[in-house]
């Protein structure tokens, strides 16, 4: 076995977490400051 597709593998699977920890950060963003617009309505 070559270590070359391993590598390869090893980094798709970094750049699909890092979108994935992206698409989270996003949500929990919006999440949070959904949560302070509808704290700071009366």
């Not at 890092?18 to 509808?38: I, K």
Request: aromatic fraction near 8%.
């Amino acid at each position: 076995m070559s270590p070359a597709p391993d590598a390869a593998e090893f980094g798709q699977q970094l750049v699909l977490t890092q979108l994935h920890l992206q698409q989270t950060d996003v949500q929990l963003l919006a999440r949070t400051s959904w949560l302070f617009a509808s704290d700071s309505i009366p």
